[in-house]
């Protein structure tokens, strides 16, 4: 081809190109057109909603009521109108990782239902402007609900809308919600390895469906039973039977299966003999379905915790009837502790333990003194001398003492009790050597016993709701580490009454679980021994947070489904 040829190719050449690029610039202008004739669209759209809204002449959309209108109001008003989650594209990336984040609610016992997962759902592929608008608003309310309920406690009726606008008002579209979720909820290692553990069941419905296990004696290392490879399966369901080459067969109940019904009954808070009774039977007869629900209540009890327990502290779980030193935010002491009766409960609280006393009396509280003291009084009025207390004519120090030998105790009842109990320290003294005071509106404390035999049962209920200590000594060496007087080592062996005031108040916080994650990675369960645990789960199905277990593993299991799927495809 000649130059002059070849000059007239690159001119043809350079007014296609030259074309091309005024079709695009013209494509892209009329797009460019078209989102802005989108956005304008949805602004006022959604002006006019909001005004609804703010009026309070419409609460819902979708079909869906909003939660959260006033907050969504002034969300709304500081965006302009402008849409969070949506484009006219459809959702953005923070709008389908919001949709993500619910689906995966389960795992932390919510139901995502509660959050318009449903509607939503069916929106997310719908980019009209009337899906759109639904969509963004229902995110939006679905958001500030889980700032409160996963920062507070979902079975509260609590209200963070001014930190829930704040969050999402500076989201972004290519965020992920689940980054301030995560920074919301509970920063105890325990709550995540809970919610771990509850996303394994839900995850898996393997006996499920199982059939009580029946036996109508008990089963002692050695016994054959017909139940003994029901039992077997079981407890290999439950990871506490490993089953190898060699693992034992028939209906003997072995040493091999006895231990993995010693390490169950551990599990449980039974006592570990490895005998089949009906509290082992009853334990292992519980359904799925109920383990998931005291799960999911217990995550709740975690998201209403405090945010921090303290570097060292003391926690007390109420229904593991246990206590653990926390120092430098590692466990160094654990003890069984008893705590209160059924009519007289423990409390649940927090606090900083502010005195250790050595050698202690005891003011008997009223209540004690007329329902318990009083009986043993009237059969043996010397029970009083026998045992060290006195007796006084009024609460004030200078109150004149009582011979209760001079006492007619056949005319003093209930009703008619004028005397104040005082036990001085000694050996049958009720609060032992020591005990540890903390501020409350309780009047409960943790403190010795001279019962020691009772630290030996399972189930230890015996207390008028103050905490007793099985090492009793061993806390008040850990709380007196530091302290700079170090004669308090030789207080518990005098017989004064010694007060030692803490320099530094450690955290003390007596909670009440029915469920945790152990140090080996093992589900701990316990008896509700106060039958708290139906309240926690009813407040959360009253604020539509909780529905069923049956509810939450079908969904929980189909969204991993739809999921995997996904990712297939």
């Known amino acids: ?33 078209s989102n802005s004739d989108a956005q304008a669209s949805f602004v006022s759209h959604m002006q006019l909603k909001i005004q609804a809204l703010r009026s309070g002449s419409s609460t819902r959309t979708a079909g869906m009521t909003l939660r959260n209108r006033h907050t969504l109001v002034r969300t709304y008003d500081r965006t302009g109108y402008a849409a969070i989650w949506t484009s006219p594209q459809g959702w953005q990336t923070n709008g389908q990782r919001m949709f993500d984040y619910l689906a995966a609610l389960p795992r932390h016992g919510l139901d995502p239902s509660n959050y318009h997962y449903n509607t939503l759902k069916s929106l997310r592929d719908d980019d009209s402007l009337a899906g759109r608008i639904h969509g963004d608003l229902l995110l939006s309310d679905a958001f500030i609900s889980l700032v409160s309920d996963l920062a507070r406690g979902a079975a509260r009726s609590n209200s963070l809308g001014s930190r829930a606008q704040s969050l999402l008002l500076r989201l972004k579209p290519t965020d992920d919600p689940a980054r301030e979720f995560d920074g919301l909820l509970p920063q ?97 007869n519980r359904s799925r379905a109920d383990v998931i629900d005291t799960l999911s209540l217990n995550l709740e009890r975690w998201r209403q915790a405090p945010a921090s327990f303290g570097d060292s502290h003391v926690r007390v779980n109420i229904a593991g009837q246990s206590l653990e030193y926390h120092h430098a935010n590692k466990p160094s002491l654990r003890m069984k502790v008893i705590v209160g009766r ?29 329902v318990d003291k009083l009986p043993l009084i009237k059969r043996d009025p010397n029970y009083l001398l026998e045992r060290g207390y006195t007796l ?49 509106d309780y009047a409960v404390y943790l403190h010795d016993t001279p019962t020691r035999n009772l630290f030996d049962r399972g189930e230890r209920l015996f207390s008028s709701g103050c905490v007793r200590l099985d090492q009793p000594m061993a806390l008040a060496q850990a709380l007196l580490r530091d302290h700079a007087d170090g004669a308090w080592a030789d207080y518990a062996n005098s017989d004064q009454t010694r007060h030692v005031r803490l320099s530094n108040r450690v955290p003390v916080h007596l909670q009440y679980w029915t469920a ?24 959360l199905r009253d604020r539509g947070a909780y529905n069923s277990a049956t509810q939450l593993a079908t969904l929980y299991q189909g969204e991993q489904t739809t999921q995997l799927a996904s990712l297939g495809d």
């Open 1 to 33: 081809m000649g130059f002059r040829n070849l000059a007239r190719s690159n001119t043809i050449t350079r007014k296609a190109i030259s074309g091309l690029i005024l079709g695009s610039l013209l494509l892209a202008g009329s797009a460019q057109a």
């Open 516 to 539: 945790w994650v152990d140090r080996d990675g093992s589900l701990q369960l316990r008896n509700d021994v106060y039958q708290r645990d139906r309240e926690v789960l009813n407040a």
């Open 342 to 370: 059924r009519d007289r409960q423990t409390p649940t609280t927090s606090s900083e333990i502010n005195e250790v006393v050595f050698n202690p009396d005891w003011t008997v509280p009223q209540r004690i003194a007329v």
């Open 188 to 284: 105890h290692p325990e709550y995540w390895s809970l919610s771990q553990a509850l996303h394994q069941l839900l995850s898996n419905d393997e006996g499920a469906e199982q059939a009580p296990l029946q036996a109508n004696r008990m089963i002692k290392p050695g016994d054959h039973h017909p139940m003994i490879a029901e039992l077997r399966e079981r407890l290999t369901r439950s990871g506490d039977y490993q089953p190898t080459h060699t693992s034992e067969t028939g209906t003997q109940l072995g040493p091999r299966l006895a231990a993995a019904v010693a390490q169950f009954q551990a599990r449980n808070g039974l006592d570990d003999d490895g005998i089949v009774g009906p509290s082992t039977l009853a334990a292992l």
């Open 392 to 440: 006084s004519a009024g609460w004030s120090s200078d109150a004149a003492k009582v011979d209760p030998l001079s006492v007619d105790w056949s005319q003093i009842n209930r009703n008619n009790f004028p005397f104040v109990l005082r036990q001085q320290p000694g050996p049958n003294n009720a609060l032992g050597q020591v005990k540890f005071l903390f501020p409350n």
